[in-house]
T-cell receptor
């Protein structure tokens, strides 16, 4: 299975840009990279998805280098409400199932 | 659209009891899956289904059964509850799953918090 590695936790302050990097050395050719956000007592929800280079939406940007062995989620100007756990997911389409890592707990301080 | 719904929200069982966690989606998604999340941990895949009548095991399938008789429903059965199964259980669905080449977005239910005494 494609395994992902992320930092366990990160701290930031309101208004700062936060970058969370995920390693996925065994990513398959067809695999996209998807990031999810999870608040306490809720299920994860989709943030952004990409295959290569850069993807941007109204919430975040996703940077993927040419070798695709890692990806970086960028959250611009975080607020207290961005405090959550962020998961990088590589679906491993060859195996037909997805595996979540342990995620990164982001704490935004005032 | 209600999205992905799960019942019950909370459940307390005694060791050895059995029960079924219900999951339903109204988005006509082919792919459905069950995860468990232990305190402070990530999500671990229990079982998944790529369509009605087809199920397969995930990372931690022992002690759980699933069936997929319809596209909408994907119940998870605990055969004989054990304290190690105390966890929060999430059901998720996506349009095509593996067949979409990994581009599918998973939609998660609100979870069922299970305690086994």
């Amino acid at each position: 299975l494609a395994k992902t590695t992320q930092p366990i936790s990160m701290d930031s302050y309101e208004g700062q840009e936060v970058n969370i990097t995920c390693s996925h050395n065994n990513i398959a050719t067809n695999d996209y990279i998807t990031w999810y956000q999870q608040f306490p007592s809720q299920g994860p929800r989709f943030i952004i998805q990409g295959y290569k280079t850069k993807v941007t939406n109204e919430v975040a940007s996703l940077f993927i280098p040419a070798d695709r062995k890692s990806s970086t989620l960028s959250l611009p100007r975080v607020s207290l409400s961005d405090t959550a756990v962020y998961y990088c997911l590589v679906p491993n389409t060859n195996a037909g199932k997805s595996t979540f890592g342990d995620g990164t707990t982001l704490t935004v301080k005032p | 659209n209600a999205g992905v719904t799960q019942t019950p929200k909370f459940q307390v069982l005694k060791t050895g009891q059995s029960m079924t966690l219900q999951c339903a989606q109204d988005m006509n998604h082919e792919y459905m899956s069950w995860y468990r999340q232990d305190p402070g941990m990530g999500l671990r895949l229990i079982h998944y289904s790529v369509g009605a009548g087809i199920t397969d095991q995930g990372e931690v399938p022992n002690g759980y059964n699933v069936s997929r008789s319809t596209t909408e429903d994907f119940p998870l059965r605990l055969l004989s509850a054990a304290p190690s199964q105390t966890s929060v259980y999430f059901c998720a669905s996506s349009r095509n799953g593996r067949l979409a080449g990994g581009t599918d977005t998973q939609y998660f239910g609100p979870g069922t918090r299970l305690t086994v005494l």
